[in-house]
């Protein structure tokens, strides 16, 4: 028997993916889109779980000024249409760690995953905060390279990548 594993797709929003986003989420829309979808369809099809998650700022005037994206009850915030969508799991976060949500949290104790399997949006943010919240609780995590894409400097990139290492995440 092989290990019980889940997808899980991090910040697939319209804000960062469509023609309206701002400049500074240049994502090459089409090519993630598609990578991220064979892998939703590579774990579908056999049999993992596939997790879809939303980054959601609170709908405050501050806000809409300060971030202008991920906005609650936007479009912007809602799943980019061209990701595939195979299954009804999708957990809302507030902050970059999907884990910080209990509700997700509680799905994946249920569920007895062993292995997690991040994609999605932005390689170094939100994912790698969530690989680091999952090793800190215990978790197995990786990150799919070839689902993820950043828009952060290298500077950032590289004190991201230190402590991934760090965490002993792998990145495959």
């Known amino acids: 028997m092989s290990n019980k594993k889940a997808l899980i797709v991090i910040d697939m929003q319209n804000d960062y993916l469509w023609e309206k986003r701002k400049k500074q989420f240049s994502y090459d829309t089409k090519a993630l889109t598609e990578s991220v979808n064979r892998l939703i369809h590579s774990f579908a099809g056999e049999g993992s779980d596939v997790i879809y998650i939303r980054h959601i700022i609170q709908n405050l005037p501050t806000n809409r000024l300060l971030f202008g994206y991920s906005i609650a009850g936007t479009p912007g915030a809602d799943i980019y249409p ?14 970059g760690d999907a884990l910080s949500n ?71």
């Open 82 to 95: 061209g990701v595939d969508i195979v299954s009804d799991l999708c957990f809302d976060k507030l902050l």
């Open 102 to 172: 209990q509700k997700l949290r509680e799905h994946i104790s249920r569920c007895g995953y062993e292995e997690l399997h991040l994609c999605g949006l932005d390689r170094y943010g939100c994912v790698t905060a969530t690989a680091l919240g999952a090793a800190k609780r215990g978790y197995k995590a990786y990150i799919l390279s070839a689902g993820t894409e950043t828009v952060l400097p290298e500077k950032k990139v590289t004190k991201q990548q230190k402590r991934l290492e760090k965490a002993g995440i792998t990145m495959i």
